[in-house]
């Protein structure tokens, strides 16, 4: 099962839970086993927004926590903290509730259902979003090797900086959804069908060329020895693609 999948598993185990909880708000004398279920469920769910909508965890959050700045104490403040730890609805939090305690709680818990429901429709955007940015990262700590590797070795320099270049034109094309004939296709078997499907124009798609001979150079032994200027020409392009072809 792939990340995406488990994360909708998740979030549909998460729905069914909430919904036995919502039945656990109406017994008034089963605070305990609401607590103990409430707070595995939130654990859960926190970590689940926290990925897929970090721009509403604080929304999330602020119905279950109580806010160390409150004033006034009443159904607007009320919190699900507040209910698990019995804590009652009277000034003095000793006498009768004055407001339906139960169903600020229901409306609490129902606000963060509601959240974490609407999340779903983002997963596979949001997953692509964060793998992309760990590729990104994975593909400059190369490029830094590389650069690094260039006065030791210039064809391992530009060996490891033309494997990032396929990886990258490989992606491209499968988040496009372009079709390679070639089972191992090379830069140049990539470049061609990219250009013609219209990802960038004639002037990336030189630079690619230009960048794919200097990588041959690194690779093939029986080519002249590539000049260190060629492999940091390279290094620098392929940066530069990797920026901004998608």
């Excluded at 909880?21 to 609401?34: A, C, G, Y």
């Excluded at 494997?163 to 296709?185: D, M, T, W, Y």
């Amino acid at each position: 099962m792939n990340t995406e999948s488990q994360i909708s598993k998740e979030l549909d185990e998460l729905n069914v839970e909430v919904t036995e909880l919502f039945k656990l708000t109406e017994k008034t004398n089963d605070i305990v086993t609401f607590g103990t279920r409430y707070q595995v469920w939130y654990s859960r769910a926190f970590k689940i927004v926290e990925l897929l909508g970090p721009e509403r965890l604080d929304e999330f959050c602020s119905y279950y926590r109580i806010d160390p700045k409150r004033k006034v104490f009443d159904v607007s403040t009320y919190v699900i903290q507040d209910y698990i730890t019995g804590i009652g609805a009277s000034g003095d939090y000793m006498h009768k509730p004055l407001w339906d305690i139960q169903g600020a709680i229901y409306v609490k818990l129902l606000n963060q259902s509601q959240i974490l429901g609407s999340l779903k429709s983002r997963l596979g955007t949001i997953l692509s979003d964060v793998k992309g940015h760990i590729r990104a990262e994975i593909e400059d700590e190369e490029l830094e090797i590389a650069q690094k590797l260039v006065v030791v070795s210039h064809r391992g320099a530009g060996a490891i900086a033309g494997v990032v270049l396929e990886g990258h034109l490989q992606r491209v094309a499968l988040n496009h959804k372009i079709k390679i004939s070639k089972k191992n296709p090379t830069i140049v078997d990539l470049n061609d069908p990219l250009k013609s499907a219209g990802i960038y124009d004639i002037p990336i798609w030189r630079k690619i060329q230009h960048l794919s001979d200097i990588r041959n150079l690194c690779d093939h032994k029986k080519e002249r020895e590539p000049k260190i200027e060629e492999v940091e020409e390279l290094i620098a392009g392929i940066a530069s693609i990797i920026k901004t072809v998608f």
